[in-house]
């Protein structure tokens, strides 16, 4: 059988090929870590070393090509996925000045030495300059490893990429038609309005589609993930009718979707996954194929040309980090990041000389030249990226945390198997990401004759919160308890586990008068002091339009107030869902102030009520995809108000379109009496503790 597989070089077997590709793959980052040399740079001289212009291992074929293509498009996806939106629109105008930058200077001195020194004419001398100016986000994997994604110097590089890309693609649409003698008024009208129907369909249209596909298909993860594909290269597609590189469209296609897909998701999950571990690692192996040393040392024109490259795209990226640094006022360390992610030539510059080669503008010395660029400023960008990245991931995580940023000990007591996914999706979105606490979802089973085979039972059903979380990469710790009632249960495993928080389900359906929610729920309010949040989720959690949230007078005197309010902030992150606070003038001050310096950052618009009562008539101001979310207070604290007890009753009969949940937060525990403390002494020092 071994006569019928041919293994002449370079392989030609589909198989064969796909095995040296997965093996380079794996053990190549593996070698280089013991060196701490990145990964990044391993698979692009493995490409150098194995491909046609090296040993001749494999040959950059067709399927090679499809595979890498698809690796840069993610990459350039994953970024707009992965950015702040917030914080992207705060710093957009430090996107704009630092994409400016990027692309003047080194278009500007790129086309001086090449036009005055080297003898080309001015427009081979600006297309030879413009693959200076891009930049592709080779090492934005590493910052996103070391957790940097959403460091304000990491954001405005990755503005400043769609600034820059998209003004040196321009250039080149304009020397292509140019040169081709079709640059009348007409031409003009043209690439504009392809340009902005193309941005319109990306950003407006895209994104309503994606919530009525991601609706349809809540409990069809695999589906979703294909649509996702779709839409990058649906993106990709149109961008280049509109007459620009397809990198722009993935790009823009990661910000339509980055508000419906939570960053702690499955779905995310699966981005990231298939992206790092397939797609992008092919794409750097494929940049490694084009680099053909013989020609270089060959040929003194090239050597010449790819000299002049090598020393002059890197100085020019660091000016413009440097000005970007002393504009801003960013340290060393962020400037020295900006620099590593700006300094990667790859998808643009390609772009550029390829174009200029097949008009006929640009040599072949040209095109050595720009892939020497590509495999020298690749090895510079990973290099910088993670020797900076660690030192300043090092120094944010030195800082001291905040009180309401403890680790979370989460618990979910299940008993609808319904809910299962939902609660467990909330869970992992109000979690600390900077903590690896597990999520407890519990089971609580009456102790009786049945009590065995019940245990049997639920912790059948537990299984699929495991199988759903561990989709996300989060831990999961399944809980079982026995006990007298399901109150006694829960309660026992808030004090055994430490928890933090409990989120439990809740059917919005209340059967008498002198109950808030019902007996469960109504003995943990009473028995327990860590924060409560009473959930019923209607709508998909990463569909959710806007989170409401109605907030009693004097809650910013409570214990829980940080802790709730980060929560919040989470929720609205994970979301991408803006938050609207309502809550009287003084409440709202304090909310302000603490929205705006404490992280995660927000977009927050504040309205005022007159009385809680308006909660009954707020309906009509809510959209279908809102969400309501009431922070309420247990009896005898501070921001409690009798009107707070109707609110669960209001939500269920008024908002039956929208989810929402009600929160209660921590208090300071109360102090029984014993026969040392009598009663009147216990509830003096309770009222202390409130105050």
């Keep these: ?134 930049h592709t986000l080779l090492a934005y994997p590493i910052v996103s490893r070391l957790g940097l994604s959403k460091n304000a110097a990491v954001t405005l590089t990755i503005g400043g990429t769609l600034v820059t890309d998209t003004a040196v693609l321009f250039v080149l649409a304009i020397i292509i038609n140019s040169t081709q003698g079709d640059t009348d008024a ?46 990058i290269f649906a993106a990709g597609f149109l961008s280049e009718l509109a007459g620009m590189e397809a990198i722009i469209g993935a790009f823009l296609a990661g910000l339509a979707l980055n508000p419906l897909i939570p960053h702690t998701s499955a779905l995310m999950n699966r981005i990231e996954f298939v992206g790092n571990n397939i797609f992008i690692p092919f794409f750097l192996i494929s940049t490694g194929m084009l680099v053909d040393l013989t020609v270089l040392f060959t040929d003194t024109n090239a050597m010449l040309i790819a000299g002049t490259i090598v020393i002059l795209a890197p100085l020019a990226k660091y000016a413009a980090a440097f000005l970007t640094q002393k504009i801003f006022g960013f340290s060393v360390l962020q400037r020295n990041l900006i620099f590593g992610l700006s300094s990667a030539h790859a ?10 080669f097949e008009i006929g503008l640009l040599g072949e010395s040209a095109l050595n030249g720009a892939v020497v660029l590509i495999l020298v400023s690749s090895m510079v960008s990973s290099f910088t990226t993670e020797k ?26 299940v008993g609808n198997p319904k809910t299962i996914e939902s609660l467990i999706d909330l869970s992992i979105m109000l979690k600390n990401p900077d903590h690896s606490q597990p999520i407890y979802p519990l089971a609580v089973v009456i102790d009786n004759e049945h009590a065995e085979e019940e245990i049997y039972k639920k912790n059948k059903m537990l299984q699929e919160a495991i199988h759903h979380a561990s989709a996300t990469d989060n831990d999961v710790q399944l809980v079982s308890k026995i006990d007298i009632n399901i109150a006694s249960g829960i309660l026992r495993a808030i004090k055994e586990l430490m928890i933090t928080e409990v989120v439990l389900g809740w059917n919005a359906k209340i059967t008498t008068r002198d109950r808030i929610f019902g007996t469960v729920l109504d003995s943990l309010l009473a028995n327990t002091d860590e924060m409560i949040l009473v959930c019923k989720i209607i709508q998909p959690l990463n569909t959710t339009a806007r989170l409401v949230v109605i907030v009693p007078t ?30 009287r003038k003084r409440t709202l001050n304090k909310l302000k102030s603490v929205i705006a310096e404490s992280k995660p950052t927000v977009e927050a618009e504040y309205v005022p009520y007159e009385s809680l009562n308006e909660i009954a008539t707020m309906k009509s101001e ?15 604290t501070l921001s409690y108000n009798s009107n707070l007890d109707y609110v669960p009753r209001v939500l269920s009969r008024n908002y039956k379109d929208n989810s929402f949940i009600v929160i209660y937060p921590e208090q300071y525990p109360v102090y029984q009496p014993t026969p040392t403390r009598p009663a009147a002494y216990a509830s003096n020092a309770s009222e202390e503790e409130n105050f």
Excluded: C
């Design 186 to 231: 007409w031409f003009w009208v043209f690439m504009i309005l392809e340009m902005i129907i193309f941005v319109v369909v990306v950003l407006w249209l895209f994104p309503k589609m994606a919530k009525w596909m991601f609706k349809q298909l809540e409990s069809e993860k695999g589906a979703q993930f294909i649509f996702v594909l779709t839409v």
């Design 1 to 134: 059988m071994l006569l019928n597989v041919d293994l002449s070089i370079p392989f030609e077997e589909p198989v064969i090929i796909f095995t040296v590709v997965l093996l380079i793959i794996l053990v190549v980052p593996i070698m280089l870590n013991k060196f701490r040399v990145p990964g990044i740079v391993g698979l692009i001289l493995a490409g150098v070393i194995l491909g046609p212009n090296g040993f001749g291992v494999l040959e950059r074929d067709a399927s090679i090509v499809l595979f890498g293509t698809v690796g840069l498009l993610y990459i350039m996806f994953q970024a707009g996925l992965e950015i702040d939106m917030i914080d992207f629109k705060r710093y957009k105008v430090r996107s704009l000045v630092f994409g400016a930058l990027t692309f003047l200077i080194p278009i500007t001195i790129g086309t001086a030495v090449f036009f005055y020194i080297h003898g080309y004419e001015v427009k081979p001398a600006i297309l030879l300059a413009s693959m200076f100016s891009p």
């Design 388 to 413: 900076v990245g660690r030192k300043l991931a090092i120094m944010e995580n030195r800082r001291k945390p905040d009180i309401s940023v403890k680790p979370d000990r989460i618990l979910v007591p």
């Design 622 to 636: 809510l959209k279908k995809d809102d969400m309501v979310v009431v922070i309420s207070a247990r009896k005898g």
């Design 347 to 356: 998808a643009a510059t390609l772009a550029v000389v390829l174009a200029g």
């Design 554 to 583: 004097n809650a910013e005197l409570e214990r829980g107030f940080m802790r709730w309010v980060r929560s919040v902030k989470l929720l609205s992150q994970q979301m991408g869902a803006p938050v609207v606070f309502r809550a």
